[in-house]
């Protein structure tokens, strides 16, 4: 009857969503814990090909290898796990649709021996149950991809709640008027509840046009002092002053476009030498991009480059020694004329007698203020004040 076939439809969907959602349930946080396990798997690998010379100067490569082979089978048994109970989405539903066929056919059969059923209605009806069996298969489908996507959305989701602690005044300061630079009593750390300072109490005044080098030995926080002043953190305690204004006043692309940082770890992109130059000024012009390399003493090695500043880069810069890198990276930085300048310990690869012109080079540039961290103490000799750092405050 009419009734009893729409029970029988009733019982076949609660069937079905009993099924999927077990399914759903117990795959769920499998697929989490996959893509954590293919996580693992690509930080190994990017491991291995970034320091490939450092594993084979060591003679690791058993090691590597098997450290690979543990995280690889980690990754297959996880998934071995997860489609285990993943695939049990389709024999589940298509045992279902066949014993409804069985089912179908044996009582219509029945039926239409005894003259009540046709032939063709019992037909039309076992192809709609088709019909609506497969598409509750597909439907089913659909959410176990959702649930995969799904715990890939939440580690997205993630990145895009993180909140800033860096943000805009309500009435920001639009310019930096010079490069005077004021530490107030400052402290910081990293973290609010860690149990010490990484600064404490410095008070420094950095007249504009100064040059000023920084050094002490490793770990004395001499690249966390100056990334307080392009504010890439916030003090804890006290203040910095940049052009006579608290950095936390200022509109953070501006105080950030009016200092150069030339960082200790170089950054090149892949591309041409002249590409990578115009990051410090999209609109410099070919005098400018040369005068910079000179006072960087770059153009000694790009005249003699294939194209010169048309040559190609490798990524990262590899077909580029550490003090050639150095120095492009201090000619990009210049050609932002910026009002402070900041060296984090950036000719370290660079031979003494270049140092020396970069360093008279630099001195022609009266108007900006200049800060050098450095590990050697010729590098600094010249400076108009030095600052020697230890555990976080100015021992002298």
Known sequence: TDRSRGLGDVYKRQILACVLFFIVKKVAPLYTKLQLCMDRVNAVIQENLTAIRAVKAFVREDYEERYFDEANRALADTSRTTFHFAVLNLPAFQLTMYTSIVLILWFGGNLVQTGGLKVGILTGFLSYV?????????????????????????????????????????????????????????????????????????????RSGETVGIIGGTGSSKSTLVQLIPRLYDVSAGSVLVGGHDVREYRLASLRDAIGIVLQKNVLFSGTVRENLLWGNAQATEEELWRACRTACAHEFIEKMPGGLDARLDQGGLNLSGGQKQRLCIARTLLKHPKVMIFDDSTSAVDTATEAHIRRGLSSLGEMTKIIIAQRITSVLEADQIVILEDGRVHA
């Open 130 to 206: 088709m019909q609506i069996i497969n598409s509750l298969m597909m439907i089913s489908n659909v959410f176990l991809m959702l649930t995969r996507s799904l715990a890939s959305a939440r580690r997205i989701n993630q990145v895009f709640d993180e909140k800033s602690t860096l943000s805009d005044p309500v009435d920001p300061v639009i310019a930096v008027s010079d490069g005077r630079i004021e530490f107030d009593h400052v402290f910081f750390k990293y973290k609010a509840d860690a149990k010490e300072y990484t600064l404490s109490d410095i008070t420094l005044h950095i």
